[in-house]
């Protein structure tokens, strides 16, 4: 992608001086065997047509891939405009901005007071001396520098890192748009793996905050709109709901209304994604919180470490695929997940925390090994 802005090759010298082929068919007419070196220029004329793979790729426009100095208005790309290039967004001011397509990197320079909706990045986003911004993002890398009072609603594979920023605000991201599950999967993006509120500040301050969590309890609608009606984006059904939010809503690094917690298990199977937004919405039912989630791939030694005396029966499973795991908290959590299981999981191999007590020890071990395998 790194080509769209490099310059345009300079021509041949040689090229430009040599004979056109008309030219040294007219110069041969008089020359014996003049018929073979006619012959010779039509065979060349018919190697220098051929086409090669290369060839036959779409152009592509750099200017299809940049938005730069726009004010005052609602822009971006619909879905299937980018189809997995690089993007940059530099100097826009007052904007309305909407990339609802899978990118490889998108880089932000120099913007204020705009409303940034991101779809999946396949890289890394970069912010970079921004102020006053509201955005939604998910990608696999999120950095800032030099930027200021900035509200993100982001799903982060790794660590997030600001970087000379002040001001710096955090939320879980929720957000859908029709193509969005599938963009996940084109940025090779797991909707289980957000470390959204684990925020490392390169540069802190001694007795001050650079960065904080947004309240559990807000809007993304009243930080970020939606599209203007009027505009191209109209016909794309985006919802900030976080119940249709393609990334399950987690609580991350807020403090736990109760001590209990329990982890919840789903190895790989056809249903996996499915079963585990249904046990999601079986325990928000009964109140209780999702405190974050993972999809990682085990070794058979990683089950021995992990799950201990129950290794014997799951490690023939994790050679089949990654599993998702969960973290769920609340008041008799651990009674009502194996209750759930039963249930509505009789068919499907899960493993759930036994009792209040060994469940603490089971999120510790499975989720400090997933952060190691994750290199967090």
């Known amino acids: 992608m790194g080509c769209f802005f490099s310059n345009s090759r300079r021509k041949s010298p040689d090229k430009e001086t040599d004979l056109s082929a008309a030219d040294k068919i007219t110069a041969s007419n008089n ?5 073979n070196i006619s012959n010779a220029l039509s065979g060349s004329n018919q190697e220098a047509s051929k086409q090669y793979s290369w060839d036959k790729r779409e152009k592509v426009d750099p200017k299809d891939f940049i938005l730069k100095g726009i004010k005052d208005a609602t822009v971006g790309r619909l879905p299937g405009k980018l189809n997995g290039q690089q993007f940059v967004i530099q100097e826009c001011e007052n904007c309305n901005i909407y990339v609802l397509d899978h990118s490889a990197t998108v880089t932000i320079d120099d913007c204020v007071n705009c409303c940034i909706v991101l779809g999946p990045v396949k890289g890394s986003v970069f912010f970079r001396d921004c102020k006053d911004i509201k ?5 696999q890398q999120f950095r800032t520098r030099d ?5 993100v609603f982001l799903c982060c594979a790794t660590q997030p890192i600001i970087e000379s920023s002040t001001s710096m605000k955090f939320g879980c991201f929720q957000y859908y748009y029709p193509e969005l599950a599938f963009h996940f999967k084109d940025a090779g993006l797991s909707i289980f793996n957000n470390n ?16 904080s969590l947004l309240p559990e309890d807000t809007v ?22 976080g119940n249709r939010s393609i990334v399950p809503l987690t609580s991350g690094g ?10 919840f298990v789903f190895f790989t199977g056809d249903y996996t994604t499915a079963n585990a937004r249904k046990l999601i919405d079986e325990a928000t039912i009964k109140g209780f919180t999702l ?13 021995t470490r992990v799950f201990q005396n129950n290794a014997e ?16 908290s609340g008041d008799g959590v651990v009674e009502a997940c194996r209750s759930i299981a039963n249930e509505i999981f009789s068919g499907t191999k899960v493993f759930v925390s036994e009792n209040k007590d060994s469940a603490s020890r089971d999120v510790d071990n499975f989720f400090n090994f997933a952060d190691m395998q994750m290199g967090l």
């Open 31 to 35: 020359v014996p065997g003049s018929s």
């Open 254 to 263: 807020r403090r736990k209304d109760s001590e209990e917690s329990c982890l």
């Open 196 to 211: 959204w509120s684990n925020i490392h500040d390169f540069t802190p301050v001694s007795e001050e905050t650079n960065w």
């Open 220 to 241: 993304v609608l009243k930080y970020v709109p939606l599209p203007d009606p009027e505009s191209e984006f109209r016909s794309v059904r985006i919802s900030t709901d």
């Open 313 to 328: 029966d799951l490690r023939e499973w994790t050679t089949k695929g990654p599993v998702v795991a969960l973290e769920l």
């Open 291 to 303: 405190i974050q989630t993972k999809e990682v791939a085990m070794r058979p030694e990683d089950v």
């Open 135 to 139: 955005c939604v993002v998910a990608c």
């Open 147 to 151: 930027c200021k009072k900035m509200d």
